[in-house]
């Protein structure tokens, strides 16, 4: 039943732009496209759901248009070409025509924002590690290596506020709950990459277990981060916390009640569509 409501009032949602006046659609700045699965992790599910009502709710209020899609068939180059930003909401394409298209809308400008499992992957799993150019090229992580449990908040430093996504931030702030991912490959080796917002030392320790590798005791981890070839921007958010103790699968936190997170996600947003690489 929440599931139902859930979708019922995303569906509301996007149906606003197409019922505004002519004049204020044509006022649009840019055109967004989000792939989704929806298939893995009732907490990704959650975050999906929740970033699809706020992206639309955003769309109205902003004037760029929104849509969402879990047909990644619609990954391709006739597609994209309609649109100037292209997020990947909860996982990564599969197929080589898919994952063809998305590189080549990249290297010809397109722009690109991801989020947490979007730039998952571990060999052997249901994600291996089998698109060298994504992993190991455009995002530069590598492989997944670990994460903190339970999802909780972190404390995150800004590391370049002089970028566009970064401008309107604090020094540091309190990010929402969420399960966070450390990499195969350390991205400040990585002359490509421009990182642009880590876990503060203040955080530690970070999650609470019950396994002890699970708890953050120290080190260095990235979290949002651009490839300076590329009009790009990762961000490890995307992991709602719900109540697994107890199998009820309630949701005990929302990604985007967080204003300051909010503002970086539309800031970003806002570089990627209206600026040309």
Known sequence: MFRFLKLFVFIFLITIPSLLPAAQRIQQKFKVIAFYSAKSED????????????????????????????????????????????IFLDTRPDAPEQRKAFQEYMEKGGAFMGFHFSAFALTPSEFPQNWDWYHETFLGSGEYG???????????????????????LP?????????????KNDLRKNPDIKILASIDSTSFPLGTGPKLYEIWHSGYYPVIWTNTKFRMIYMNMGHNDLDFEHNTNKELSFSFQNKIQNKLILDALEWLGRNKK
């Not at 597609?79 to 100037?84: A, G, R």
């Not at 670990?146 to 401008?167: G, Q, Y």
């Not at 020094?171 to 966070?180: D, R």
Request: aromatic share 16%; net charge positive.
């Open 171 to 183: 020094e540091k702030f309190k990010a929402s709950p969420n399960e966070w991912y450390r990499w």
């Open 43 to 86: 907490a990704h599910l959650s975050f999906v759901y929740e970033a699809n009502v706020w992206f639309s709710k955003m769309s109205v209020r902003h004037q760029f248009n929104y849509v969402s899609t879990t047909d990644w068939t619609r990954l391709n180059s006739d597609t994209l070409s309609n649109y100037q930003v292209v």
């Open 146 to 168: 670990s994460n903190t449990w339970r999802p909780t908040s972190a404390i995150l430093k800004v590391e370049d506020r002089k970028h566009p996504a970064m401008k309107h």
